[in-house]
Every structure is written in C-alpha cells, then in structure tokens.
C-alpha cells in the first residue's frame, strides 16, 4: 500500500511541473468559490423560486404573483452565470499558463474568453457542464500555444500587429462557423455583420 501512495506523490509531483496541470490546478483553485455560488445561487433557485420547485410542494404554499414573474428573471441569471464558466475557466487558465511562461498579455486570455464564450453559448454544452469544460480546458491550452508562438514570431520580426490580427481573424473564424451552424444563442441578439 505504501508503494501505491508513493508511486501517486511521485505521478502527482510529475504532473504538477508540466505546465499544463500546474496552470489548470491553480485555475480550478481560483474558479472554486464560483462554482461554489453558481452551484448554492442554483440550488436555491430550482428549491424555492420554480412553480414546480421542491419546498412550496412539500409545505403546500404558493409563491406570491410578484415573486412568480421574477423567477423567469432569476432563471435568465442562473442559466447565464453557468453558461459564463467554462469562458471564465478559459480566461483563468491562459492568464495561469502565461504566468507560468512568464508572459504577460492580456490580448490572449481576453480572446480565449471570447472564443470559448461563442463556441459553447448553447443549451447543448449548457445541460453537459463536464464535457464543456474539458473542451474548454484544450481548446484554451492550443490557443495559447499558438498564439505565444506568433507573439514570439511578432517580437523577432518587430510586427506590432500580429497577435491583435490573429486574435481577431481566430474570434471572427469561429462567430463565421457557430452563425452558419447556428451553433450559438448569441446569434439572436448579435449577427456577424455587427460584429463586421
């Protein structure tokens, strides 16, 4: 048994220099107490404020009409503040992986939390948390990756336009996909030639 524990602090310590694993252990540390919110904010929700919720069909009471008209309210808020997580992990993990390559460029994370925000703003990725922030966590990675390859590609060749290009052709490539899929909800309120 003591192998066993042993050949795990040996596995985890190994994980914990890549910078994948060390980045994303402290970006979940970061993410925990808004999960933690999300999750408390959506419990009481589905608990008290639903016409079919828990509470007022175990006591037998009613919710007063004004608070039955904000709950659809209170719904917008929690499907919204649980859509949002997967682009906030984004934007917490490529500011950890930047911060691991001793890096500092907010262009990256902000485009990370724009990209992920517009693949997965849809209900199918919103009724599947685990496997949206899974995606999220790789899609986040090879988009840093690439992005610090052309930052360091920029300051060789003294451009001083190319990582804000990229960011922007890479944010425009997947609006174009997600509206011609019509991937996204976003679409309803926002159209690519606005974004144009």
Known sequence: MDSFFLFLSRFY???NKTIFFSALYKSFFILTPIIVISVFFHLIFTSFF????FI?????FHLPTFLSSFSSRIEMIDTSFRQMIPSILAFVYSTQILRAKKTRNPIISLSCFLIIEL??????????????LFISIICT??????LLKLSVFEK?????????LAVFALVSLVFLVSATFNVSAIFYYFSPAQWF
């Open 50 to 53: 639903l016409p079919s919720a």
């Open 56 to 60: 007022p069909r175990i006591f037998g």
């Open 156 to 164: 060789k060749h003294r451009f001083n336009f190319l990582v804000p």
């Open 141 to 146: 990675y090879f988009m840093v990756a690439l």
């Open 13 to 15: 310590r190994r994980l």
């Open 119 to 132: 693949i997965f703003n849809n209900s199918f990725f919103i009724q599947n948390p685990t496997q949206n």
